[in-house]
């Protein structure tokens, strides 16, 4: 029997405890999530810049069959990108359990999320702002919903509000971050603080981080930036490579447009930024509802695009604080095969056994 624990999201159970984090944009798309959960990991979906961008589109008025206005929400643009994204990951993973992150700045928000509900979905991942609306949405289409918060306060209203799981989400993660915090310094309260699963996320990137999460009191873990050295990791092939070069010393926070810091490599993008200041640009996108459009300081959107494309000099590349120890390739089922190995060994020799629980 394995000594992991069972990461029970109502009633989703994988055979891992293993979720691997949304990364937009365009980074982890249908074949990453597909590979993840045919591995027993909980396969993620950015929904990041797939809202629908013909807006003279008539607007949707059910959703899972039930119009809309019967629950008192509005009709919506349906994102067809995301849900053929979602419709693929679920003929290549028929019995996986694919999820669907949607950042809560996003301008389109709430199409993203019911167009994620729609379409077949099994979870919902919410970060980068906090909406109590969704809450209810979640609710009224018995879907599962998991926050990202990164505060015990976060967490316990979370709960209250019915999320059936937290991401505690550090200043060790890639991307946009809520907190500067250590992991392991915020971890502790907040398992204490909630009765519901929490999920650790930023910098674990082995076997034995996965064991130190779960001897705090986590029933899972999620990972990313090793996600994105995978064969199967829906970016391009200079971006693996960006990831797999890079020294420990690369790992650097910048400033973004979204109002948050955010966790990048350094390359000549971010050495321009810091030299400059700010990079003219316009808004084409309108993607972020915190953004000030073509007097903000550069456009995420664009440079995101860019490096998922494979333009690594004038793109942006997020990664998290380990990216300096990924330094090479795998396939998903690889990856995950090797962290469960090496965090039954890390259990075996503490003489922790979390697999009994349910």
């Known amino acids: 029997m394995s000594r992991l624990p069972k990461l029970n999201i109502k009633g989703l159970v994988p055979k891992y405890p293993i979720i691997q984090g949304g990364m937009g944009a365009k980074v982890s798309l249908h074949r990453l999530a597909s590979a993840v959960a045919n591995a027993g990991g909980i396969g993620v979906i950015s929904a990041v810049l797939l809202h629908e961008k013909d807006r003279s589109k008539p607007m949707k008025t059910t959703c899972k069959g039930i119009p809309v206005e019967e629950v008192g929400l509005k009709p919506y643009h349906y994102a067809h990108e995301l849900a053929q994204e979602i419709k693929k990951a679920k003929e290549l993973a028929p019995n996986g359990i694919i999820g ?3 950042m809560y700045a996003l301008t389109h928000f709430y199409e993203l999320l019911m167009t994620a509900i729609d379409a077949g979905a099994d979870l919902i991942i919410q970060g980068a702002g906090f909406g109590k609306d969704v809450f209810k949405i979640c609710n009224t289409f018995d879907m599962p919903l998991i926050e990202i918060v990164s505060t015990p306060k976060g967490a316990k209203l979370s709960e209250r509000l019915g999320a059936a799981a937290v ?34 996320a930023g910098g674990i990137f082995d076997g034995k981080d996965m064991a130190r999460a779960f001897e705090i009191g986590a029933k899972g873990v999620q990972i990313a930036t090793r996600f994105i050295a995978t064969y199967e990791c829906d970016v391009h092939q200079n971006f693996k490579d960006y990831i797999i070069k890079a020294k420990a010393e690369d790992s650097i926070y910048i400033k973004s447009p979204v109002g948050m810091p955010a966790h990048a490599v350094r390359n000549p993008f971010t050495e321009r930024l810091e030299r400059e200041g700010k990079i003219p640009h316009k808004c084409p996108f309108n993607c972020l509802k915190t953004c000030s ?44 095969e090797e962290l469960v190995r090496e965090c039954e060994e890390e259990l075996k020799r503490k003489n922790l056994n979390f697999g009994e629980e349910v």
């Not at 907190?179 to 519901?196: F, Q």
């Not at 494979?310 to 089922?333: A, H, I, P």
Request: charged share 20%; with cysteine; glycine share 12%.
């Open 167 to 200: 991401i505690v989400e550090s200043g060790e993660a890639g991307g946009h971050l809520g907190t500067m915090e250590s992991l392991w310094d915020v971890l502790p309260k907040i398992v204490e603080s909630v009765n519901i699963p929490v999920i650790a």
């Open 293 to 336: 459009g073509e007097d903000s300081i550069y456009c995420i959107a664009e440079v995101l695009l860019r490096s998922a494309a494979g333009d690594t000099e004038k793109g942006l590349v997020f990664s998290g604080s380990n990216v300096g120890r990924v330094n090479r390739m795998y396939s998903v089922k690889e990856l995950i």
């Open 100 to 102: 669907v992150n949607i």
